[in-house]
């Protein structure tokens, strides 16, 4: 048998035994999302409420009720958001929460006019008697790490939550949050992501629903079986001890929510999911935008992985739960491993000896057996979303489609992460937001735009790749491969035209969109 074959048959065969893991691990998940019993302290709707404050003056709590309330500091981490950050401070202003027990920090890294419409805000909100400052930093050292850090440095309260600038809490959220700190060893309490603006678009809606495959499914499979689960943020509560204890806000991976959320965990806090707690947030509408943010998050994953596997595997955590953060950290891995072998089909199918080099039936049915496992983890997820549109159902074959077709940009990311670990130099690149509710924005909201996407190009020529790949499986009776091969093809199509027309926006409009104290944000 030729060695070169061989080769890349025994490539193609490891990519796919991992895409049957991570398959299988995904059904496991789904069972233990449905099966596994709910833990202690993930408060239904009504739980954890306080008593008093609900009528009249919503900060005006009875004496014993504010007795047994703990401090809360609320960081709000922005750079260049100025179509959001007055949306931002107001919905936090308006939580009904005693205001003796409240502080907000607005931690600002802008380098346009959001600082002063901040400022401003944040003395129209202290006027109405909330305790609301601006902390700015002439420079980005270490980028919302950095920003947390240098306010936690200042903070007061004994619990830390934090809203990126996307999200609008609602008024209830801290009083409910708190009651999952009542257990002392409890050091973080994670809320669930609403969509301000699901309906925007077909992206939008396909963001939701991978949104909500990782919140209804992973987050509450995580919680329930006792695994270790991350922080995602933002719409959460810390424990300031944990953090503390844990060895604070790090940089050095672009993911530093996750890097804190293992090293805490790892330290014994136990970690409470608030399913029934939900805080809306805009899902991005451009593209690229959404890739870009794809990008760091998978990159940060890697990195993160890099850094604490020895040390989790070298611990004294139970087997399973070293298992399941293996699955956790590395589970980005299946974007290369499906891609792979996707881009091997066409050789394979020409190499000498084509009855070996030709994918086999049993390969085509590993592919088969990820889709189902993929189609069934994010039905669960739509199902357990109750009173919502039938149409939602629609959104899985786009999901489909959309995940292949960022499959070239989560594989970039992952192997970015694995060959090195976050530098100074590296940039964390905000998701431009733009006050969009529901289908619309105000008017204006154009002047952060996502980054040239320079793939965009290749994504278009994979796409011409897979179409020929499929046509050639079609011609040699390789129909076991064309549905796989086909997806492909439409998934670069789609995503590498989108961002290619958005390149193409962005460059001929920029001076029209841009004014010089926005070219820097954009």
């Not at 029934?276 to 993160?304: C, I």
Request: with cysteine; proline share 6%.
């Amino acid at each position: 048998m030729p060695f070169v074959p061989a080769l890349i048959f025994a490539i193609f065969v490891a990519c796919q035994a991992v895409l049957v893991a991570v398959g299988a691990h995904r059904l496991v998940l789904l069972w233990r999302s449905r099966h596994g019993r709910a833990a202690a302290g993930a408060a239904g709707p009504g739980a954890g409420c306080l008593s008093g404050g609900l009528s009249g003056d919503p900060h005006a709590f009875p004496p014993a009720a504010l007795a047994g309330l703990p401090s809360v500091t609320v960081q709000l981490p922005i750079h260049n958001e100025r179509y959001v950050v007055r949306r931002l401070m107001e919905a936090v202003a308006a939580m009904d929460y005693p205001r003796a027990r409240l502080a907000v920090q607005v931690l600002d890294d802008s380098t346009d006019d959001t600082t002063g419409e901040a400022r401003a805000c944040a003395a129209a909100l202290r006027a109405r008697g909330c305790d609301v400052g601006v902390l700015h930093r002439a420079h980005r050292a270490g980028y919302k790490a950095g920003a947390l850090e240098a306010g936690l440095e200042v903070a007061r309260g004994e619990l830390i939550a934090v809203f990126d600038a996307d999200f609008v809490p609602p008024a209830d959220f801290l009083r409910r949050a708190v009651r999952a700190f009542d257990d002392p060893r409890v050091g973080m309490a994670q809320a669930r992501w609403g969509h301000l603006n699901e309906p925007y678009s077909l992206l939008t809606r396909v963001q939701a629903a991978f949104l909500d495959g990782h919140f209804l499914v992973e987050q509450r499979a995580r919680s329930r079986s006792g695994a270790c689960f991350n922080f995602n943020g933002t719409a959460g509560v810390w424990r300031r001890e944990a953090v503390m204890d844990a060895g604070g806000w790090q940089h050095d991976t672009l993911t530093e929510d996750l890097d804190l959320s293992y090293r805490a965990q790892l330290r014994g806090w136990r970690f409470v999911y608030l399913e029934d707690l939900v805080a809306d947030a805009e899902l991005p509408v451009e593209l690229n935008a959404f890739k870009s943010q794809q990008h760091r998050w998978a990159r940060g994953s890697m990195q993160t992985a890099r850094k604490l596997l020895p040390r989790l595997l070298a611990s004294r955590e139970t087997p399973a739960r070293k298992f399941e953060a293996c699955f956790h950290l590395l589970g980005n891995l299946a974007y290369p491993a499906a891609l792979v072998p996707a881009l091997l089909m066409l050789p394979l199918m020409w190499l000498p000896g084509r009855d070996f080099g030709a994918p086999p039936m049993q390969v085509a049915l590993a592919y088969a057996f990820t889709t189902a496992a993929f189609v069934g983890f994010f039905a669960g997820a739509l199902a357990a979303r109750a009173g919502d549109a039938p149409r939602r159902w629609l959104c899985l074959p786009a999901m489909m489609v959309v995940g292949m077709g960022m499959s070239l940009n989560a594989t970039r990311a992952v192997f970015c992460g694995l060959s090195r670990a976050a530098r100074p130099g590296d940039e964390f690149r905000r998701t431009p937001k733009w006050s969009v509710r529901g289908r619309t924005r105000p008017g204006g909201g154009r002047r952060y735009r996502a980054r040239l996407d320079r793939w965009a190009l290749a994504e278009l020529l994979l796409a011409v790749y897979f179409a020929c790949s499929c046509a050639q499986a079609v011609d040699l009776g390789r129909y076991e491969a064309a549905p796989f091969l086909g997806l492909f093809a439409a998934g670069f199509a789609y995503v590498g035209g989108c961002s290619t027309l958005e390149n193409l926006r962005s460059t001929l409009f920029r001076k029209r969109l841009d004014s010089p104290a926005e070219a820097v944000a954009a």
